[in-house]
């Protein structure tokens, strides 16, 4: 087991690492910026390290600052947590050649799933079903009308170098077409230096759904069932829950067996998530995240397993230490994101904490770096807390969401708190009836209501 791990990160997932770092009798180094240097994870650590100025670009992002880092106080891996480096080939090769564990998967696995045409190759060839699209990248507007006519509208064009919804772009006849070709790969070719794009047959109304899977490098492979993630603004997702309203326990070990025989043929190791868009009973696959996420804690509050710790051990040369048919899945769980952000407008809202005072009671977990007197720097994410609750059913689990958000003091700044509580009175959310679209649309009503 690691000695001793350097925590790549800030905020909530910083003080995650920390926590299962402690359990598990390994020190751990925190860095940060000059603009972190209060934070909760910096305190607790066995050693902190200020890597540089506050813009991420110089700090979190600043991949010869972090390794020197490592070096200089012995560390003997590197969790990158999500977001920053975590999902960055180069810097998983750098740290592996300096005799540190990428707490990750391989690089070539990072760099496989980080370009969406080879990631979507990779997945058509290890069984995974696809959404009907073009086999590579289409490289001229004349290319994509003949396509598109072919599979018929509407179609979507999307960069190979994107993800998280940058660079796509839809098309519902032919002239729109071109034009949405052209400017998807000015904007491609802009935001991440590569133009190449391709295209896919539009689903109009899936919703989102992701199965998290577990990995030692052994060969032994788990999945943890399915996150729901359909509430998503500006591709930024709001709440999650499990086991998703849509699927029923065949469903989710028939989408889960699927995954695990996938990964498996693809040799994956480490955490991971696959991401799909789910329609009419049909699961088709969008992009493969090879890092931690956010939304863990739902799964683990369903299975009991320290998803964190798990990693960590497994990186580590563990192996894996159960299987598929030791897993339970437990009741629900939801999570709902509190960023510091006005909750009418969403801008963004740096400020100085005053009162702080997190629900409590049984299966409430807040992840969180918060605390009384501290200030929200301006500088990263908005996400100032991730509210988890657990229950036996879907609508305790509600009750016990409600009660939990209104027993949360956070004086100071505004928060997406009114948010959510306004999310979970509404008698769609309560039904489970929402798809990708529903939270944009409920806002946009929600906000000709006030
Ligand atoms: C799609 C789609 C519909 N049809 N692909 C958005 C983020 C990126 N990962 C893929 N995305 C989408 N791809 C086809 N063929 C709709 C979306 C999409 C979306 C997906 C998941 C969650 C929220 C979303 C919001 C808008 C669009």
Redesign the pocket.
Known sequence: MFEKVLIANRGEIALRIHRACREMGIKTVAIHSTADANAMHVKLADEAVCIGPATARDSYLNKAAIISAAIMTGADAIHPGYGFLSENAEFAEMVRAHGITFIGPEPEMIRLMGDKISAKKAAVEAGLPV?P?SDGEIKTSADAVTFANRIGYPV?V?ATA????KG?KVAHSESELVEAFELARKEAQNAFGNPAVYL?????T?R?IEIQVLADNYGNIVHLGERD??L?RN?QKILEETPSPALNPEQREQIGSVVVQAMKKLGYTNVGTV?F?YENGQF?F??MNTRIQVEHPITEAVTGIDIVRDQIRISSGSVLGYRQEDIRFNGCAMDCRINAENPDTFLPQAGTIGQWHTPGGLDVRVDSEMYAGYTVPPYYDSLIAKLIVHGRTRNGVLMRLRRSLEEFVIEGIPTTIPVHQRIISNPEFIDGQYN??WLENFLKKDKQNL
Do not use: D, N, V
């Open positions: 959404i699209g979507i999307k994107g993800g998280g919804g796509m896919e047959k539009y689903l109009q899936p989102h993630c359909s998503q591709h991401e868009l088709y969008l992009e990708i679209h």
